[in-house]
């Protein structure tokens, strides 16, 4: 099986990037991580990365006097490694237009949240404090502003009434280990075709390319 070059961007943690590495470790999965980018030298998502053997890159924002060259720096690295395509697991740097078109329809992002619901990075708070009965998390392809684009793969997650933003938080983040590699092999696979803002899951069969919109994984049941 051809598999195809992924660079991850990341900030912090990494617990979405461990999800994709180990994805990517399956003989049967259609992408491989070519190199993990962090703008932060004390990314614990490194030391994932180099535990397993997957190249990485500090690429610090703070060396670069704009946005865009320090997208540029990104964007020559992620060519460097060949990347087809990008994932964006936590990482806390707004992308300049520039960047975000290059990778268009081939840059994806993960969030906290059943989008359009609680943008921004206090979703679980936000969506506590609203009294929501339901959250979840998004994957959805990048565009330039922040956590708006079309929805590849959702998961919901009831709110408890007992819930603070940590212990719905891991809840969530277990929806999101398996969302976010589910929505790379789609991607990877040439399965995803965008129309504005609505994405079509084609079929895995070539002789049956009929489509199914949008998924919502683990529904309330
Ligand atoms: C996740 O909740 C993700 O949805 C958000 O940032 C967090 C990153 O967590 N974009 P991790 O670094 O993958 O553990």
């Given at each position: 099986?051809?598999?195809?070059?992924?660079?991850?961007?990341?900030s912090g943690n990494g617990?979405?990037?461990?999800?994709?590495?180990?994805?990517?470790?399956?003989?049967?999965?259609?992408?491989?991580?070519?190199?993990?980018?962090?703008?932060?030298?004390?990314?614990?998502?490194?030391?994932?990365?180099?535990?397993?053997?997957?190249?990485?890159?500090?690429?610090?924002?703070?060396?670069?006097?704009?946005?865009?060259?320090?997208?540029?720096?990104?964007?020559?690295?992620?060519?460097?490694?060949?990347?087809?395509?990008?994932?964006?697991?936590?990482f806390m740097r707004l992308?300049?237009?520039?960047?975000?078109?290059?990778?268009?329809?081939?840059?994806?992002?993960?969030?906290?949240?059943?989008?359009?619901?609680?943008?921004?990075?206090?979703?679980?708070?936000?969506?506590?404090?609203?009294?929501?009965?339901?959250?979840?998390?998004?994957?959805?392809?990048?565009?330039?502003?922040?956590?708006?684009?079309?929805?590849?793969?959702?998961?919901?997650?009831?709110?408890?009434?007992?819930?603070?933003?940590?212990?719905?938080?891991?809840?969530?983040?277990?929806?999101?280990?398996?969302?976010?590699?589910?929505?790379?092999?789609?991607?990877?696979?040439?399965?995803?075709?965008?129309?504005?803002?609505?994405?079509?899951?084609?079929?895995?069969?070539?002789?049956n390319p009929t489509k199914?919109?949008?998924?919502?994984?683990?529904?309330?049941?």
């Amino acid at each position: 099986m051809i598999k195809r070059k992924v660079g991850v961007l990341i900030s912090g943690n990494g617990s979405n990037l461990q999800a994709l590495i180990d994805a990517c470790q399956r003989k049967d999965y259609p992408a491989e991580i070519a190199v993990v980018i962090s703008n932060k030298a004390n990314a614990f998502g490194l030391t994932r990365a180099a535990r397993a053997g997957v190249a990485c890159e500090v690429i610090d924002h703070q060396r670069y006097e704009s946005r865009e060259a320090f997208d540029d720096a990104m964007h020559e690295m992620l060519e460097r490694h060949k990347v087809e395509f990008v994932c964006l697991a936590g990482f806390m740097r707004l992308l300049s237009a520039a960047f975000v078109r290059r990778w268009q329809d081939r840059m994806i992002n993960i969030h906290p949240s059943l989008l359009p619901a609680f943008k921004g990075i206090s979703s679980h708070r936000d969506a506590i404090a609203a009294g929501v009965r339901v959250s979840g998390c998004t994957v959805h392809f990048v565009r330039t502003e922040m956590d708006v684009g079309p929805i590849i793969i959702q998961s919901a997650v009831a709110v408890l009434p007992q819930d603070t933003p940590e212990t719905l938080g891991t809840r969530v983040l277990e929806q999101e280990h398996i969302c976010y590699p589910q929505a790379l092999k789609w991607l990877a696979e040439g399965r995803l075709s965008v129309q504005g803002q609505i994405v079509s899951v084609k079929e895995s069969t070539p002789q049956n390319p009929t489509k199914a919109s949008g998924a919502l994984i683990n529904p309330l049941d």
